[in-house]
């Protein structure tokens, strides 16, 4: 069955980084786009970024452009998140999903980020 | 970009009754349209795809309806399990997601 397990949340310090995984399971990883979701505590849901299947594009919210960058590697079933010059609006649970055509099908579990001093 | 002003942020409503969401969009969006269900502490749950398609293994009270701009879910008989926060969201041509306010859900 498809899995998502999202992992490097925690606390960290506002202007520091931190690298989010997500280790994919259960369907061919390379086949699909991925998505990273984020939903601040007791708020909606945000979009973060996409990337392509096989990695050649990624988009981004203006929220977080020149600071977040998504990649993946389809050897290791494995998306990443990479999270420069944090700061305490960034805080959320992270989600990661699977895009399957048009629509995110499939949810990982999420990742806590919390940014504080 | 494109808004998602979904209406409304909460209702209450009893076991059996039919509940309505709408979901307008700021601009047209075709049939790029998907629905969530979300339970406290949980990820979202895919319901309804491209306006009207129900995904595999969501019960037929849940429905989708709408074009353009204007967009609807129904739930068409309320149960106590579906107590939740739906979410309408949209898509562009480079897969970008945009998503509504967001409706809480609750059992009267």
């Known amino acids: 069955q498809v899995q998502l397990v999202e992992s490097g949340g925690g606390v960290v310090q506002p202007g520091r980084s931190l690298r989010l995984s997500c280790a994919a399971s259960?369907?061919?990883?390379?086949?699909?786009?991925m998505h990273w979701v984020r939903q601040a505590p007791g708020k909606g849901l945000e979009w973060v970024a996409v990337?392509?299947?096989?990695?050649?594009?990624?988009y981004y919210a203006d929220s977080v452009k020149g600071r977040f960058t998504i990649s993946r590697d389809n050897s290791k079933n494995t998306l990443y998140l990479q999270m420069n010059s944090l700061s305490v609006d960034d805080t959320a649970v992270y989600f990661c999903?699977?895009?399957?055509?048009?629509?995110?099908?499939?949810w990982g579990q999420g990742t806590l980020v919390t940014v504080s001093s | 970009d494109i808004q998602m002003t979904q209406s409304p942020s909460s209702l209450s409503a009893s076991v059996g009754d039919r509940v309505t969401i709408t979901c307008q969009a700021s601009?047209?969006?075709?049939?790029?349209l998907n629905w969530y269900q979300q339970k406290p502490g949980k990820a979202p749950k895919l319901l309804i795809y491209?306006?009207?398609n129900l995904q595999t293994g969501v019960p037929s009270r849940f429905s989708g309806s709408g074009s353009g701009t204007d967009f609807t879910f129904t739930i068409y008989s309320l149960q106590p399990d579906d107590i939740a926060t739906y979410y309408c969201?949209?898509?562009?041509?480079?897969?970008?997601?945009?998503f509504g306010g967001g409706t809480k859900v609750e059992v009267k």
């Open positions: 969201q949209q898509y562009d041509d480079f897969f970008a997601l945009t």
């Open positions: 999903a699977r895009t399957y055509g048009t629509r995110p099908d499939y």
């Open positions: 990337i392509w299947y096989d990695g050649s594009k990624g």
């Open positions: 259960g369907f061919t990883f390379s086949s699909y786009g």
């Open positions: 601009q047209d969006i075709s049939n790029y």
């Open positions: 491209d306006v009207s």
